[in-house]
């Protein structure tokens, strides 16, 4: 199994306009990457992935970190919300 399974569609509302890219190309970027034994190994792969594609801890308290690939338009285009990774997209994996 590969990381990349886990990234299959997300059924729930996004936090800013840029987190549907940022699902995309996570998904893409962990494809081929194989599934860690534990959940905590597979936790921080995400977040250095997170970090690698965005330029941002995924600790950081900032309410947003902007990313100009992804602006695609709208207010918070190319917007990034932290918060919302970490309180929903990182639980919604660690289930699956």
Same mark, same amino acid.
């Given at each position: 199994?590969? +990381?990349?399974? $886990?990234?299959?569609?997300? @059924? ?9 890219? /940022? ?15 534990? +959940?905590?190994? $597979?936790?921080?792969?995400? @977040? ?9 801890? /995924? ?23 932290? @918060? ?13």
């Amino acid at each position: 199994k590969f +990381v990349g399974c $886990l990234f299959n569609r997300w @059924e729930d509302r996004w936090g800013l306009r840029g987190d549907p890219f /940022l699902w995309e190309e996570l998904s893409n970027f962990l494809a081929k990457e194989p599934l860690p034994a534990s +959940v905590s190994q $597979l936790m921080a792969l995400i @977040e250095k992935a997170f970090f690698q594609l965005v330029g941002s801890q /995924l600790s950081d308290p900032s309410p947003s970190v902007y990313v100009d690939r992804y602006n695609h338009g709208g207010l918070s285009g190319g917007h990034v919300c932290g @918060e919302f990774w970490r309180d929903k997209v990182l639980p919604e994996l660690h289930r699956r």
